[in-house]
Nanobody
Framework: QVQLVESGGGLVQSGGSLRLSCTAS????????MSWYRQVIGKQRELVAS???????NYEDSFEGRFALSGDIAKSAIYLQMNSLKPEDTAVYYC???????????WGQGTQVTVSS
């Protein structure tokens, strides 16, 4: 069974940085795309950045340059480094693992990021 556990959220001032971590169990990275999403209260969940199965990194346009996605296969983890944070980045950030063969989606429980002005 695939399980994802996020950590690293918290309260930070505008302009500050946070690093989110997502540790996965029960998956083979070669079969999965791994992504970070976020959901602002009252809005739909949106994609932030993804690792494809081939190891390529894709960012949604509004996050490229401020956010950086990285991974450590040995630790079964992916990370989201968030810099120059703005109050509008306040959201719950979710880790997602998608099996590209079966299309099965797994979500973590989310981690709250709050950016104060």
């Amino acid at each position: 069974q695939v399980q994802l556990v996020e950590s690293g959220g918290g309260l930070v001032q505008s302009g500050g940085s946070l690093r989110l971590s997502c540790t996965a169990s029960g998956i083979h990275f070669s079969l999965y795309s791994m992504s970070w999403y976020r959901q602002v209260i009252g809005k739909q969940r949106e994609l932030v950045a993804s690792f494809t199965r081939g190891g390529n990194v894709n960012y949604e346009d509004s996050f490229e340059g401020r956010f950086a996605l990285s991974g450590d296969i040995a630790k079964s983890a992916i990370y989201l480094q968030m810099n120059s944070l703005k109050p509008e980045d306040t959201a719950v950030y979710y880790c997602n693992a998608k099996n590209d063969i079966t299309a099965e989606d797994t979500w973590g429980q989310g981690t709250q990021v709050t950016v104060s002005s």
